[in-house]
C-alpha cells in the first residue's frame, strides 16, 4: 500500500520574517485567496473585534505581535497547503526553531524599506542548517522603499546564496505601477485596496511594450533596465539548486493590498517540495539503526514538534501538533507514544484554521494534526501505529535569562505547579526544579517569555505571580559515563542542581567561568548547551 498520490499534492511551509515585515498580513492574504476564510483580519486594527486570524492568544491581540506559532491547512489547486505561521519576535526564536524541523520549506518575508534585519538572520541560519528551500517576497513595494537590485544584493550576501527574481516592481511608493512576472511574461497593473482579489487586477502581455511605455513612462524603462540587469547576474531557475537550499526564487508584491500574493501562492504549488523522507533510530536489540522513513510508506508516524495549552479556554484542552512522517491517519487508529510505550489516547484530532479546528477523516504525510491530550505527550515525542521508531533532532537551546517564581497566594501552590508543568513541556518557557527544594527556576532565551508566562499564569491557572531575578546566568545539562562519576559531581555541587520539566538533570551557572571550573575539577562529566528530546541525546536524572 503507498500514499504517494496524497503526499505528492501536500505542501508544508514556514511563513518567517522579522517583526513587522507583514508576515502576518501575508499569511491572511494566502488564506483568503485559497479561498480558506472570506474575511482577512485586519493586523492593525487590534481595538476591533477582528483580529488577525493567525493569532489568537489573548497577550498576542493587545501588543499586535505573533508570540505562538499557528498552523493553518487550506485547498489551492487540488494541492493540501499546511501553512506554520512562527512567531516574529526573537525572544521566541526556540518555538520558531522547532516549527522549522516541521516543515519542507520557507517562505521568507522581506520588508522592502528595511531589508534584511537581524532577526531575519538568525531564521535564515536556521534554514541553512537544514538545507531548507527559502521562496523570498519582497513587501511594502507601495512604500517609498530601497532600490531593488540594492535588496536583491543584500538578500544574496545575507542568504549566501543567488537569487533569481520571478516577478519584477515597475516603480515604487506612490508612483509603483505593478510587477511584471517573468514566468507568464505579463505585466499585473497594482491598484490599492485590501479587498481586492486577484482577478481585480489588470493583466497586459509584455508583448504590448508600446502601450506599456505610453502608460508607464519613465518608471517603465527603469524597470526595463534594473530587470535586465538582475537577470543578467541572475542564474536560471535550476529546481535541484533550489531544493538543495541553494538558490531562492523572489516575488515582489505588496500583502495589505493583496497584490504579489496570488504568484507566491502559485510558486507554492509549482515549485516548493513535497514531503520528504525523514531519518529515523529503529531501536534493535535496544542498539539504534539508522532508517529513512518514506512519506508514501503506508506505516504511521509522527513526531510532535509543538505542545499548546489552553488553545480553548473553556475546556483546558492541550494539544500537541503532530507532523506526519508517513502513513495515513483515520480515526480511532491504535497509537503508541515511543518514549513511554504507551498507547495514545486522544480525545478527539483536528486540523487547523487557526482557531477553527476541524475534526480529521484521513491526513497523510505532510499534514499538521492536532491531538487533544491530558498530558503524556512531550515535544518531540515520536508517534507511531507500532513500528519502533525515533526521529530526532528537536532542539532545546539553554536559557540565557533567569527568574525565581514567587507566587503572591500561597494557596494556589497547586494551581501554580500545574501550570509550570503544562507551559514548561510545551516549551513556552523552560521550568528548573532546585534538587535542593525552594522557588522555582523560569529560564528563556528572551524577556518577552517571561511577561507572556505571567500573563498566562494569571489568565489561564489563576495564578498571580511574581518575578523575581536571581543569580544564575546560565544552565549545561549534564551527563556522565558513569552513574558514579555523576553521583560524585551532584554531591560536589547540591545547590547547583535542578531537573527540567523533562525531568533532565541541569547544572546552573552564575558565571560563564563556572562551568570551565567544574569542567576541570570533573573532566569525566559533559556539560551540553543543547538538549534534543528527551531521553534521546542525554539521558534522564536517576
Keep these: 500500500m503507498t500514499y504517494a498520490h496524497e503526499t505528492r499534492r501536500r505542501r508544508t511551509f514556514a511563513i518567517i520574517s522579522h517583526p513587522d515585515a507583514g508576515k502576518t498580513t501575508l499569511t491572511e492574504k494566502l488564506l483568503l485567496f485559497s479561498g480558506a476564510i472570506q474575511i482577512a483580519g485586519s493586523v492593525k486594527a487590534r481595538k476591533a473585534s477582528r483580529h488577525a486570524t493567525s493569532d489568537w492568544m489573548e497577550i498576542e491581540k493587545q501588543r499586535g505581535i505573533s508570540v505562538?506559532?499557528?498552523?493553518?491547512?487550506?485547498?489551492?489547486?487540488?494541492?493540501?497547503?499546511?501553512?506554520?505561521?512562527?512567531?516574529?519576535?526573537?525572544?521566541?526564536?526556540?518555538?520558531?526553531?522547532?516549527?522549522?524541523?516541521?516543515?519542507?520549506?520557507?517562505?521568507?518575508?522581506?520588508?522592502?524599506?528595511?531589508?534584511?534585519?537581524?532577526?531575519?538572520?538568525?531564521?535564515?541560519?536556521?534554514?541553512?542548517?537544514?538545507?531548507?528551500?527559502?521562496?523570498?517576497?519582497?513587501?511594502?513595494?507601495?512604500?517609498?522603499?530601497?532600490?531593488p537590485l540594492d535588496i536583491l544584493d543584500e538578500v544574496e550576501r545575507e542568504l549566501g546564496m543567488p537569487c533569481v527574481p520571478m516577478t519584477w516592481p515597475v516603480g515604487q511608493g506612490k508612483s509603483f505601477g505593478g510587477i511584471i512576472n517573468l514566468r507568464t511574461k505579463a505585466m499585473t497593473v497594482f491598484d490599492s485596496g485590501s479587498e481586492r482579489l486577484p482577478q481585480d487586477f489588470e493583466t497586459i502581455s509584455l508583448t504590448e511594450q508600446a502601450q506599456l511605455a505610453e502608460r508607464f513612462g519613465l518608471e517603465w524603462q527603469t524597470a526595463m533596465d534594473s530587470m535586465e540587469l538582475a537577470t543578467g547576474?541572475?542564474?536560471?531557475?535550476?529546481?535541484?539548486?533550489?531544493?538543495?537550499?541553494?538558490?531562492?526564487?523572489?516575488?515582489?508584491?505588496?500583502?495589505?493590498?493583496?497584490?504579489?500574493?496570488?504568484?507566491?501562492l502559485d510558486a507554492l504549488v509549482d515549485l516548493a517540495p513535497a514531503p520528504k523522507p525523514r531519518t529515523s533510530n529503529l531501536l534493535v536489540n535496544k542498539q539504534p539503526v539508522v532508517k529513512e522513513i518514506q512519506p508514501e510508506d503506508s506505516a504511521f508516524s509522527g513526531?510532535?514538534?509543538k505542545v499548546q495549552a489552553n488553545m480553548d479556554a473553556n475546556h483546558r484542552d492541550r494539544i500537541a501538533f503532530v507532523r506526519m512522517a508517513s502513513g495515513k491517519y483515520t480515526p480511532g487508529m491504535k497509537l503508541k507514544v515511543q518514549r513511554t510505550?504507551?498507547?495514545?489516547?486522544?480525545?478527539?484530532?483536528?486540523?487547523?484554521?487557526?482557531?477553527?479546528?476541524?475534526?480529521?477523516?484521513?491526513?497523510?504525510?505532510?499534514d499538521i494534526i492536532g491531538f487533544t491530550t491530558h498530558g503524556g505527550v512531550q515535544l518531540g515525542d515520536t508517534i507511531t501505529d507500532g513500528a519502533n521508531l525515533q526521529f530526532t533532532g528537536l532542539p532545546f537551546f539553554a536559557p540565557e535569562l533567569f527568574m525565581t517564581v514567587i507566587l503572591k497566594n500561597p494557596l494556589r501552590t497547586k494551581q501554580l505547579q500545574t501550570g509550570l508543568d503544562q507551559l514548561g513541556e510545551e516549551g513556552a518557557i523552560q521550568v528548573f526544579k532546585p534538587e535542593i527544594g525552594g522557588p522555582m527556576l523560569?529560564?528563556?532565551?528572551?524577556?518577552?517569555?517571561?511577561?507572556?508566562?505571567?500573563?498566562?499564569?494569571?489568565?489561564?491557572?489563576?495564578?498571580?505571580?511574581?518575578l523575581e531575578g536571581c543569580q544564575y546566568t546560565g544552565a549545561r545539562w549534564i551527563t556522565a559515563d558513569t552513574p558514579a562519576e555523576l553521583r560524585e559531581f551532584t554531591n560536589a555541587y547540591p545547590q547547583r542542581m535542578s531537573l527540567d520539566a523533562a525531568g533532565t538533570l541541569a547544572y546552573l551557572c552564575t558565571s560563564p567561568y563556572d562551568v570551565r571550573l567544574a569542567q576541570e575539577r570533573f573532566p569525566k562529566i559533559h556539560f551540553h548547551p543543547l538538549r534534543e528530546h528527551a531521553g534521546l541525546a542525554l539521558g534522564s536524572a536517576g
Design 341 to 366: 510505550a504507551k498507547e495514545l489516547r486522544p480525545t478527539s484530532v483536528v486540523t487547523f484554521l487557526s482557531q477553527r479546528r476541524e475534526a480529521v477523516d484521513e491526513a497523510y504525510a505532510g
Design 68 to 147: 505562538a506559532s499557528s498552523v493553518m491547512q487550506m485547498l489551492y489547486r487540488d494541492h493540501v497547503i499546511n501553512l506554520l505561521d512562527t512567531p516574529g519576535h526573537k525572544d521566541f526564536s526556540e518555538d520558531t526553531y522547532r516549527v522549522l524541523t516541521a516543515v519542507d520549506s520557507a517562505l521568507m518575508v522581506i520588508d522592502a524599506a528595511n531589508g534584511v534585519e537581524a532577526q531575519t538572520r538568525r531564521l535564515i541560519e536556521v534554514c541553512r542548517q537544514r538545507n531548507t528551500p527559502i521562496i523570498t517576497f519582497v513587501n511594502k513595494m507601495d512604500r517609498e522603499v530601497r532600490d
Design 303 to 305: 513526531v510532535v514538534f
Design 442 to 466: 523560569l529560564g528563556a532565551v528572551g524577556q518577552l517569555q517571561f511577561e507572556v508566562v505571567q500573563h498566562r499564569l494569571k489568565a489561564e491557572y489563576d495564578c498571580d505571580v511574581r
Design 233 to 264: 547576474a541572475s542564474p536560471a531557475f535550476d529546481e535541484a539548486a533550489f531544493l538543495a537550499g541553494k538558490q531562492t526564487p523572489v516575488f515582489f508584491g505588496s500583502g495589505v493590498n493583496n497584490f504579489g500574493v496570488m504568484e507566491v
